[in-house]
């Protein structure tokens, strides 16, 4: 029932290694950057956040240069449970969207029951998505079936809001496992009813290693052999780890090597058009970075694009 | 070789059409003003981000004319102005004009190396060892430019020529390099002596790594060496024979003598020639052999290949179709070693042809100086046309010839990317492929791919060795111990697990059967450069 097919992670890490060597130069680096800002799920996790703090991450999630109005805005903002409210009205008519963690993040050792009715508070605060942690307790021991109707339920739970499943990579230690809990996640989601499933995450960001390349990549193939079998676009998060602008680029370009020769067709299996234009996945429709640091290293180098000098990172607000 | 102009199949030869540069409109803005994570599962067109042109910008200087390295200097040939041209394949501009060795002048570098052998192989092994040395360390500073350079006159991606080949030439010096003082643990209880005047002739599709592969245990050994690079391919060897003279390698140790076949005949029969060593076609491979026969010279040979890919249900797919790409496109498929036969247990084959359409549409094929090229120029317009007959040839036989995104004839094969000019040829593969068929027997050279199934690990052993050839394989599978079985029972000199087009100094390379005798690489290579016997 959840067989997924075994990753070499050899090959797969030499396959990452191999889109940091694309060179990315002038309007493509500019479009590139612009693209990696609009596909930001701005963070704040943190024990001591506040409504300030949320409020800040707002107004830097909605207008992140001050000074290059021309830029766009990031695809969301994302908060504990406890500051959805604060978001919500912060974000409100911006077109940003409000995420959450939920279901008892970052460990999910809470009662199911516990679990859900976080998410359902979350949603009914105004989170436009919802970003749970699987039962890797379960996973790792080999009770799949429970893992997979917990998110089914998470799923229901999550009502109109969209949900993002964190796998916690780091805490799944192999790739085979990031296979099989991808393959596990993503078919659980669609298989819940409602509208097909949203996005998988790699991590909270509390666990090391959090997003890698590797990782990414094995999760954007289980996207990728899910969209050739049924033609429904799975949407992919990285979070945790990525903190530059270079590294953002690498990202995309995996996207766009794993995904970019994908067409939906119209008999609704998965086409192939050689092209390798108009993917979805190179929207934030269906990528997103999860990331609290990215975002000025990014500003930076757009900077620089445009007017040819570094500023220094004070040049820039803190969120 | 003839160098006539491409004959053009295509009808419709576009005009140059750069790459767009920037993504239409403003992806980033676009994709912000329309965040609302869609629900459905027909999504809107979606984003497109294309790459800018990436060209490599070293500038690197080409002289009108090359004369021959002999001696230690660079001299016109004896008729004075026997030169031809070498020519860019991604553009067919001609770079420069390179100096048609004689007999004559073959016979003037032989007695070169023939006067420095007592000095050189006298010399200490620790002298010879600083030699070598410093040629990898020179190599390393010159990488940019001797990369520019081959990518220039070969065609091959400056990608590949830069993080693959170059990096290789330079391992290769430094790794014999080391062995130069240390042969008497190469070969305990035994006393490896130097064999005397090496005749080496390399092929156009590594040019300098393939000089590196055969200078550098020659000289460790204390040999010399007449070196003849091939016709297409000569600018990095005469690069090289500029770094001999910086780093002052005595000369007549290292001869650099350019032309066409017949020099290389000239110099393979030169009767003062202790050794040969030729990496080239099984063709001329067996008329050196034969023009050896019933001399005392010592012969190894690399040649042709068609090597096969197994894939067994079992595999990591996602990586096994790494290993395919890698295999049959990495240098536009001019790889004796390519694998250009792949054998998919049933089970998984359409899976496996459907990713590898997929992963294709991703190669980008055109400018080998753009540093985002994966799939450059083919080697030559001869070499072009030799893939274009094999297309046909396929075709006419019955199997389907797979493009990605195309369904398409020989037509659709050249030229890519709006290119105009150059002899580029786009990476397909074969379907519905018999053994019996010519696509599946011969070796192509080139970026095509033939397709076949298997149903039993015996089923898949027999058709891999089911080949004149025998030089190289893959076995994908993640069974440690079906892995190890299959690999014992493939006569092929090399088989890469879970893995392919993996090369490293220290590690032997050579065939089995038509693929020619001898290692190159480790300990075994060097055992083709001394004489062991009293």
Not at chain 1, 49 to 76: F, H, M, N, W, Y
Not at chain 2, 25 to 39: H, V, W
Not at chain 2, 484 to 495: Q, S
Request: proline fraction near 6%; glycine fraction near 8%.
């Amino acid at each position: 029932m959840f067989e997924s097919p075994s990753v070499d992670a050899v090959m797969a890490a030499e396959r990452a290694a191999s889109f940091t060597k694309r060179s990315i130069k002038s309007d493509a680096k500019r479009a590139g950057l612009e693209l990696a800002l609009s596909m930001l799920d701005l963070t704040t996790l943190e024990g001591k956040d506040s409504p300030e703090k949320v409020r800040a991450l707002c107004r830097k999630a909605i207008t992140p240069d001050a000074s290059d109005p021309g830029l766009p805005s990031c695809a969301a903002v994302c908060v504990y449970p406890a500051l959805v409210k604060t978001a919500r009205k912060a974000l409100a008519g911006s077109g940003v969207k409000v995420a959450s963690v939920a279901t008892g993040f970052p460990s999910g050792q809470f009662p199911l029951e516990i679990r859900l009715e976080d998410v359902r508070r979350a949603v009914g605060d105004g989170a436009d998505e919802i970003d749970m942690v699987i039962n890797r307790g379960a996973f790792l021991a080999g009770r799949y079936r429970e893992v997979a109707d917990e998110i089914s339920l998470v799923k229901e739970a999550c009502d109109h809001a969209h949900l993002k499943v964190i796998l916690e990579t780091g805490e799944l230690e192999t790739l085979d496992n990031v296979r099989r809990a991808s393959d596990l996640a993503i078919r659980a989601m669609n298989e819940a009813g409602g509208a097909h499933g949203h996005f998988i995450k790699t991590s909270t960001g509390k666990v090391q290693p959090a997003a890698t390349m590797s990782v990414t990549l094995v999760m954007l193939e289980a996207i990728r052999d899910w969209y050739l079998e049924t033609g429904q676009v799975v949407g992919m998060k990285p979070a945790g780890g990525i903190r530059t602008a270079k590294q953002s680029l690498h990202y995309l370009v995996m996207v766009k090597e794993t995904l970019g020769g994908l067409m939906p067709s119209a008999n609704g299996a998965g086409g192939i058009d050689g092209s390798g234009e108009h993917c979805p996945w190179l929207t934030a429709d269906f990528f997103r970075f999860g990331a609290s640091t990215l975002a000025n290293d990014v500003l930076r180098q757009l900077a620089w694009l445009k007017r040819g000098v570094y500023m220094a990172s004070h040049d820039f607000s803190e969120a | 070789m003839a160098r006539t102009t491409p004959k053009r199949t295509s009808p419709t030869t576009k005009a140059p059409k750069p790459d767009r540069a920037t993504p239409r409109g403003k992806a980033g803005s676009r994709a912000a003003a329309q965040a609302t994570p869609a629900a459905s599962s027909k999504p809107s067109r979606g984003g497109t981000w294309d790459y800018a042109p990436a060209p490599e910008t070293v500038k690197v200087a080409i002289a009108e004319h090359y004369d021959l390295f002999i001696n230690g200097e660079f001299v016109p040939p004896r008729e004075g102005d026997a030169h031809f041209d070498t020519i860019n394949p991604a553009n067919e501009s001609v770079l420069s004009r390179v100096a048609q060795g004689s007999p004559e002048d073959v016979d003037r570098a032989v007695r070169a190396a023939r006067e420095a052998f007592p000095a050189w192989s006298g010399l200490k092994p620790i002298e010879r060892a600083k030699y070598i040395f410093r040629l990898a360390r020179r190599i390393q500073e010159r990488a940019r430019e001797l990369a520019v350079l081959e990518t220039l006159d070969s065609g091959k991606p400056i990608k590949e020529s830069r993080d693959v080949d170059l990096p290789l030439v330079a391992a290769h010096f430094f790794y014999h390099a080391g062995w130069a003082d240390k042969l008497a643990y190469a070969f305990p209880g035994r006393a490896p002596r130097p064999i005397g005047v090496c005749a080496q002739v390399i092929p156009w599709n590594f040019p300098l790594l393939m000089a590196a592969w055969k200078l550098a245990p020659a000289l460790a050994c204390g040999n010399t060496c007449v070196l003849k690079p091939a016709e297409t391919t000569p600018l990095s060897a005469l690069r090289l024979a500029e770094i001999c003279r910086e780093i002052e390698l005595p000369p007549g140790v290292v001869n650099i003598v350019t032309g066409d076949g017949r020099t290389g005949a000239a110099l393979v029969s030169h009767p003062d020639v202790d050794k040969v060593a030729f990496t080239g076609s099984t063709d001329v491979g067996k008329r050196i052999a034969k023009s050896v026969a019933a001399t005392s010279k010592r012969l190894t040979l690399e040649l042709g290949g068609k090597s096969a890919n197994i894939i067994f249900e079992d595999a990591s797919i996602d990586q096994a179709i790494e290993g395919i790409i890698s295999g049959i496109y990495f240098n536009q498929g001019e790889v004796c070693c390519a694998g250009s036969r792949l054998l998919v247990q049933e089970s998984i084959l359409d899976r496996v042809v459907k990713k590898l359409r997929v992963r294709m549409a991703s190669l980008r094929v055109g400018d080998p100086m753009d540093k985002n090229t994966d799939v450059g120029a083919m080697n030559s317009a001869q070499q072009l046309a030799t893939v274009q007959k094999y297309l046909a040839l396929g075709i006419d036989e019955g199997a389907e010839l797979v493009l990605p995104g195309v369904r398409g004839e020989v037509e659709a094969q050249t030229p890519t990317r709006g290119f105009s000019k150059g002899y580029y040829c786009r990476p397909c593969f074969f379907t519905g492929v018999q053994p019996s068929h010519t696509i599946a027997r011969e070796e192509i050279f080139g970026p095509v791919l033939s397709v076949m199934s298997f149903r039993t690990p015996e089923e898949a052993i027999a058709r891999a060795n089911n080949t004149p050839y025998g030089l190289a394989a893959g076995v994908w599978t993640d069974k440690g111990s079906k892995i190890f079985d299959v690999a014992r029972k493939l006569k092929a000199g090399v088989v890469w697990m879970n893995t392919y087009n993996k090369f490293d100094p220290a590690s032997p390379f050579g065939g089995f059967k038509e693929s020619g005798f001898g290692r190159e690489g480790g300990v075994q290579g060097l055992r083709a450069y001394v004489k062991l016997d009293s």
